[in-house]
């Protein structure tokens, strides 16, 4: 039986929000993303509801060139306040030959530098960013146990678990490239709050938000679960709690991004954009790779979780039921794309994989 028609009603997404304005009129608009008001949101849900394995129609692989790293050096990664909370809360010198003038003056100024380490200048590009060169993720046991999705402390103490199994494998792999890793901050409730970025969820809608105002991953375990307004739950699609885990490692892909500066140049890119449909593509090439990083995570962890043949099958069910529905705002790809790449991340598990930037318009629609 095919699934119902996506639910009509408000978009679940914040509209596009230029960054507040500083007092500076010089500044930066490309600077720190704590300026930003614009929120990363997860997926809505527009299909049927499932309660066990589903193979979902075959979707072919997106096809990416061989990776050849970039070696150019373009900008400074950026340096945002470290969040280390679960909660809300914000929380060269030259080497010269030596002189053999007499000139003790001129000897005494020449440092040598040989055994001094060359800075590290990371890419904060989209297409050849330094994240790219990271690789897989590793193995990381992470079983997760059972929890009952409709009790909020069983599913928000399984949410935080696997958040801790989300830190060993990124701050690895980000770390061994010089990039700066941080763990984000979590605000979880039961039923609905406001964050940094806005409230969580946003009326009518049921998805959780990464703000790098503060990098903190807000969420309303409820609203994930039961759905809201005329919103579809997660719970609809699937009562197994992996689903809503993939859900928030999607949001910390979205920390990923942040933390590897892909994010500020998204954002740049999006402020340059003359027209509207040009921002969209560019949010749902944004979204559709928080997604393939979030598919990478749960592969990551398969073996411990445990992610079986028949969940595996499931997460790619759920995500060919999730994303733009019609009539809603094109800023998170169609369903079919949102599986393209979770499956993507999940059977390639390699950083430069997910580079959606490089990616055919059709995969990202």
Same mark, same amino acid.
């Given at each position: 039986?095919?699934?119902?028609?996506?639910?009509?009603?408000?978009?679940?997404?914040?509209?596009?929000?230029?960054?507040?304005?500083?007092?500076?009129?010089?500044?930066?608009?490309?600077?720190?993303?704590?300026?930003?008001?614009?929120?990363?949101?997860?997926?809505?849900?527009?299909?049927?509801?499932?309660?066990?394995?589903? @193979?979902?129609?075959?979707?072919?692989?997106?096809?990416?060139?061989?990776?050849?790293?970039?070696?150019?050096?373009? %900008?400074?990664?950026? #340096?945002?306040?470290?969040?280390?909370?679960?909660?809300?809360?914000?929380?060269? +010198? %030259?080497?010269?030959?030596?002189?053999?003038?007499?000139?003790?003056?001129?000897?005494?100024?020449?440092? #040598?530098?040989? #055994?001094?380490?060359?800075? @590290?200048?990371?890419?904060?590009?989209?297409?050849?960013?330094?994240?790219?060169?990271?690789?897989?993720?590793?193995?990381?046991?992470?079983?997760?146990?059972?929890?009952?999705?409709?009790?909020?402390?069983?599913?928000?103490?399984?949410?935080?678990?696997? &958040? @801790?199994?989300?830190?060993?494998?990124? %701050?690895?792999?980000?770390?061994?490239?010089?990039?700066?890793?941080?763990?984000?901050?979590?605000?979880?409730?039961?039923?609905?709050?406001?964050?940094?970025?806005?409230?969580?969820?946003?009326?009518?809608?049921?998805?959780?938000?990464?703000?790098?105002?503060?990098?903190?991953?807000?969420?309303?375990?409820?609203?994930?679960?039961? +759905?809201?307004?005329?919103?579809?739950?997660?719970?609809?699609?699937?009562?197994?709690?992996?689903?809503?885990?993939?859900?928030?490692?999607?949001?910390?892909?979205?920390?990923?991004?942040?933390? &590897?500066?892909?994010?500020?140049?998204?954002?740049?890119?999006?402020?340059?954009?003359?027209?509207?449909?040009?921002?969209?593509?560019?949010?749902?090439?944004?979204?559709?790779?928080?997604?393939?990083?979030?598919?990478?995570?749960?592969?990551?962890?398969?073996?411990?979780?445990?992610?079986?043949?028949?969940?595996?099958?499931?997460?790619?069910?759920?995500?060919? @039921?999730?994303?733009?529905?019609?009539?809603?705002?094109? #800023?998170?790809?169609?369903?079919?794309?949102?599986?393209?790449?979770?499956?993507? +991340?999940?059977?390639?598990?390699?950083?430069?994989?997910?580079?959606?930037?490089?990616?055919?318009?059709?995969?990202?629609?």
């Amino acid at each position: 039986m095919p699934p119902p028609a996506p639910l009509q009603g408000p978009s679940p997404y914040p509209q596009w929000q230029p960054p507040r304005r500083r007092s500076n009129a010089g500044a930066v608009i490309g600077g720190l993303f704590g300026a930003i008001a614009v929120a990363f949101v997860g997926l809505i849900v527009v299909g049927a509801v499932i309660r066990g394995g589903h @193979r979902s129609d075959p979707i072919s692989p997106v096809a990416l060139p061989t990776f050849t790293p970039y070696e150019a050096r373009t %900008s400074e990664p950026a #340096d945002p306040t470290p969040t280390e909370t679960d909660s809300p809360e914000p929380t060269t +010198g %030259s080497t010269g030959a030596a002189d053999t003038s007499g000139d003790s003056q001129a000897s005494e100024n020449t440092t #040598d530098t040989t #055994d001094a380490q060359p800075r @590290r200048v990371l890419n904060t590009s989209l297409k050849n960013n330094t994240l790219y060169r990271a690789g897989g993720l590793p193995r990381v046991s992470c079983p997760a146990g059972s929890a009952n999705l409709y009790d909020n402390a069983q599913l928000k103490s399984v949410i935080m678990k696997t &958040s @801790r199994c989300l830190d060993k494998g990124w %701050s690895q792999i980000l770390r061994q490239q010089g990039i700066e890793w941080r763990r984000p901050g979590y605000a979880l409730t039961s039923t609905r709050g406001r964050g940094a970025c806005g409230d969580f969820p946003s009326a009518g809608s049921i998805v959780p938000y990464y703000c790098p105002r503060n990098e903190t991953i807000y969420a309303s375990t409820s609203a994930m679960v039961r +759905g809201s307004g005329r919103s579809l739950g997660y719970g609809q699609l699937t009562n197994w709690h992996g689903g809503i885990v993939s859900m928030m490692a999607h949001e910390y892909g979205h920390h990923v991004q942040q933390l &590897s500066g892909l994010s500020n140049t998204w954002w740049q890119q999006s402020l340059r954009s003359s027209s509207r449909s040009g921002r969209l593509a560019l949010s749902r090439r944004f979204e559709l790779q928080a997604t393939c990083f979030g598919a990478m995570f749960m592969r990551s962890v398969s073996a411990t979780y445990p992610v079986t043949p028949a969940r595996r099958n499931t997460l790619y069910y759920f995500y060919s @039921r999730v994303g733009d529905w019609a009539g809603a705002p094109r #800023d998170h790809g169609s369903p079919a794309n949102n599986n393209r790449w979770f499956r993507q +991340g999940y059977e390639k598990n390699k950083t430069f994989q997910c580079n959606t930037w490089l990616a055919p318009a059709s995969t990202t629609s």
